[in-house]
Structures are given as C-alpha cells and as structure tokens.
C-alpha cells in the first residue's frame, strides 16, 4: 500500500491512495482459507473443495468485500499514524474507473482535519455567580396563586338558582332509547359549571337549577366520542339536584396547605420558596453560562473547517427563515441562502462546539445511561399515550441519541468548567436577576434580527 499527499492547505487534506493487486489478492486468499473449512460442494467432501475451484466459484464476490476492507485498513491507518481526525466523513473515490482484476487500485481520499484546540487556563477565568433568594413577597404571591386555584365552594342561600362558575352537586342517571347505560350515573357528584367537564351542551342546562329541584338534561354525545356504543347518540340525564353553591375565597391557611398534600402552611411555604429560589439558580445559570461562552468566544481561536462552518451558517439561515415563515411547515420552499450575519453566528457556535468537546474529552466527561434514560423521559411526556413508541424510536435512532446527548454533555463540561473557574457569588434581587436575564434575552434577539436581516 502507498500513501501520497495530493493536498495540504489550511485544513483540507487530500491523499491517493494505491493498493496492489497483490495485496488484494492476498487479503481474497485469506477469506477463501479461512472460509474453506465449512463450504461444501458437489463432488467434494466439506472442507476438500481446491482452491482454484472455490476462487473460481467465489473471488468475484470476495474481491469487493477486499478491495472495501483494504480502502477502510488504509483509511484507519491513516488517520492513526497521522493523528488526523475528520470533521465530516472523508470524501472516497475509486480513481481508475477502468479496473480490471490484476491491476492495482487508486482511491482519492479528501476531507477537513479537525483544528489543534489551544490549551485553556481555565483556572484563569473569571466568572460571577448571581444568587437571589426567595422573599416573602414572593412566597406571599406563589400563595395567592395556589389559593386561586385551590378553588372552594360555599352553598348558596335556599332557593338561590345555580349560576355559570358556581358548584353543583347532584344525582344523575343517563338513558339511551330508555335504557340506562354503563357508566352513565352517579350520586353526590360535584361538578363546576363552565368547567367543560361533562359532554357539550350539559352544563348549561343546569343553569338556573336550584337545591332540591329533579330536572332532565337532554344531550347528543358527539360523534367522536370514547365509547363507540354511545358516539352520536341522544340521550336524556335524570338530575336530582341536591346543593347549589358559589365559588369562595380559599383562606391562606393549613387547610388549604392540606389539600396540596403537605401537612401545614409552614411546609407549604418551605416547599414554595425551595421552588422559587431553584428558577432563579436556573436563570442564573444561564446568564453566568451565556457570560462564560463569551469569554471563550473572545479568547481561544483557531481554524475552522469550511464545510462544518458552511453547513451551520445553512442550518442557522434555514432555522430563522423558518422562524419568520411559520405557515410553511415543510422544506418545499426555495433555497435559502446563507448571508455573513448567519455565517458569524455560525463561527461563534462551532467554535465553542468544537472546543468544549476537545475540553470535555480531555477530562473524560460522558453521559452516563442513567442521565440519557431521564432524558429520554423526559421528551417521551411529551407524547401521551405513546411513550412506548418514543423510547424505541430513540433505541433504534442514533441520530436521535446524539441530539438528546449533544445538550447533556454540553451541560457537564459547562459545569466542569465553573467548577476550576474562579467563581465570585453576588447576592441580587429577584428585579435584578430578571434585568440580568432580560438583557441576556435581548442580546440573542438583536443577533437573530441581524442575521434575519
């Protein structure tokens, strides 16, 4: 086999490889060997077929199954002894498309090397850690939201008629063509008027109803409904109605903590305030993680391969373009250039992919299969009913693994890095973080607008 540079500009590569035809003979005689214990043939004991015959009878077919095993040998060999890493597959091609068996094979080989990562002195970099605490404004409010929706009901002075938001509660028995149906009764029901809850065209014939009243609701179930047996069908509800109530205000107290499932308002609380105190590290993470990005952006350059820059510069102009066209929900639209905004937000995003992958396989960072099973559960909520089919659409799909990896890992070497960074903590207002993160938000938004432009 010999290797001769044809290229060698920048970051591109370009090689020609040869292999000989006696290093294809060679590797097609080794499979016949190897395979010659097992073959049987017709006049022949197993394993006594010659060797002339079974090159005959198979080294046709082993030939391409050894010219493809030594072009990736060469290819693999290549890159070890280079220490060369493509940033997209190699381009290969046979070169003398005349070949016939008995003459050599020449493959072109061409592709972009991945760019030598400068060292970090990540101890070097500086970054502010923003901290605000829960206060009891903002307890008192996530209170006042839960108490909302915590909703409680008062009953009505006698003979008050039921209106839209109030509670009633009664007795019903529903009948199709005069038979009672599966399902289709219940005694001391509690139901909201307006809720949507029951079947179009219920609840508003209970308006008006008053405590101790028996009315008839009459209904059509809709032609889409669950129970085939019913779809479409009329039917009459006996209603016997027992308490008419109106909506009340739920008092902030440890009855109300009691239906959120905590035994007093004190635990309630501790649980808000964990809660809120946990989105505001959120949103401080991602300003402290966007100020870091730029840092690096700012400090550690190099090369950049063309083609990986040329496909996100596309990506990011057909994404926006996407964005401004939402009513087009395919690709069957014309093609969309890449302008030099989308090609400077391109070379921000490779850049630092590139260089917190080399940082996360230099610390040897992974995502463990506990932390991609969370992930994957977490994307299957999102399809009810159809979890199943997600989780192996996923196991089938590694390209799909790799999008659900890519932000994992992204995620653990960001915390790598803050761990040797020199980390400052500054205690803000709940207002001050908001700022922080408003003016985080309308950095990324003028960047698009410039791109889209």
Known sequence: MQVTETLNEGLKRGYQITLTAAEIE???????????????????????????????????????????????????????DSGDRPALQPEVKMTNEDWKEGDDVEVSMTYEALPEIPEVDLKGIALEKLVAKADDSAVDAALANLAKSAKNFEPREEGAAAENGDQVVFDFKGSVDGEEFEGGAAEDFPLELGSGQFIPGFEEQLVGATAGSDLTVKVTFPEEYGAEHLAGKDAEFACAIKEVKA?????????????????????????????????????ARQVMKRKLLDILDETVKFELPPSLLDAEAKQIAHQLWHEENPDVEGHDHPEIEATEEHTTLAERRVRLGLLLAELGQKAEVEVSDAEMTQAVMEQARQYPGQERQFFEFVQQNPQMQQQLRAP??????????????????????????????AALEDEVAEKAETAEA
């Open 247 to 283: 909506p009340a205000e739920t008092a902030i107290d440890d009855e109300m903590a009691k239906q959120f499932g905590v035994e007093d308002l004190a635990t309630l609380k501790g649980q808000i305030s964990e809660r809120i105190e946990a989105e505001y590290a959120g949103a």
């Open 26 to 80: 060679e590797k097609v005689n080794e499979k016949l060997v190897e395979a010659q214990p097992e073959i049987e043939m017709k006049g022949f004991r197993k394993g006594k077929v010659p060797m002339a015959l079974l090159k005959k009878q198979f080294g046709p077919r082993l030939m391409g199954e050894a010219m493809q095993e030594s072009i990736d040998g060469a290819m693999n060999k290549h890159f070890e």
């Open 408 to 437: 994992l890992f992204e995620e653990k070497v960001i915390d790598y890095i803050c761990e040797l960074a020199e980390l400052t903590e500054t205690e803000v207002t709940k207002e001050e973080l908001e700022a922080a993160v």
